[in-house]
C-alpha cells in the first residue's frame, strides 16, 4: 500500500510531470533523422526549406527562428501521418468533406465539384446548369451538322446503319 502511494507521489510530481511534457516535445524532433527526405520532397511537392545560416543567428534573430520553425515544419517527425489524419479524421469520422472543392454525395460517393477554391460549384455550373441551355443546344446542334455531312458520304456516319443495316462495317 505505501509502494502505490509513493508510485502516485512520484508520477504527480511537477518534475516528473515536466520531464514527461519535455519528451513528448521532443519526439518530433527526435524523428527527423529517421524519415527519408526524397518522401518528403514528394509529400511537401517541393524541396524541403535548408537550414538556416548562422550568422544570421547574430545579424537577425527573428528571421533565423522564423527559418528554423520553418525547416522544423517540413521534418517533423510524424508529418505524413499528421497530414493525413488531418484529412481522413474529418472524412470518417465527422462525414464532411475534407476540403471546399469535395462534396460528398449518397452512400459516400466523392464528388469534385471545383478546381480551386475560387471557383467553387466551377464544374457543377459548366457541366450541368450551363450546358443545358437554349443556345448551348442549338450550339452543338449547328455544330454537329456539317460533321454529319462531311461523314454520310463516307459511310463512317451511323444514320445509314440505323435505317439500314446492310450499311454496317463487318
Avoid at 525547416?71 to 517533423?76: E, G, N, V
Avoid at 452543338?140 to 443495316?165: D, F, M, V
Wanted: glycine share 6%.
Amino acid at each position: 500500500m505505501a509502494a502505490e502511494s509513493n508510485i502516485k507521489a512520484l508520477l504527480f510530481r511537477p518534475r516528473t510531470l515536466l520531464a514527461v511534457l519535455a519528451l513528448l516535445l521532443l519526439i518530433p524532433c527526435l524523428g527527423i533523422p529517421f524519415q527519408d527526405q526524397s518522401s518528403l520532397e514528394q509529400l511537401h511537392n517541393r524541396k524541403l526549406r535548408p537550414w538556416p545560416n548562422t550568422t544570421q543567428l547574430i545579424s537577425d534573430p527573428a528571421g533565423f527562428f522564423r527559418h528554423s520553425r520553418e525547416w522544423l515544419s517540413d521534418r517533423a517527425f510524424p508529418i505524413k501521418e499528421a497530414m493525413l489524419f488531418q484529412k481522413k479524421f474529418p472524412f470518417y469520422v465527422l462525414d464532411t468533406p475534407p476540403q471546399r472543392r469535395v462534396t460528398i454525395g449518397e452512400n459516400g460517393f466523392i464528388f469534385l465539384n471545383g478546381a480551386s477554391d475560387d471557383a467553387l460549384n466551377g464544374i457543377l455550373e459548366f457541366t450541368c446548369i450551363r450546358a443545358h441551355t437554349e443556345d448551348a443546344a442549338s450550339a452543338l446542334k449547328r455544330a454537329l451538322i456539317p460533321l454529319a455531312k462531311y461523314a454520310e458520304p463516307r459511310g463512317s456516319c451511323g444514320c445509314r446503319a440505323r435505317s439500314n443495316p446492310g450499311h454496317l462495317v463487318r
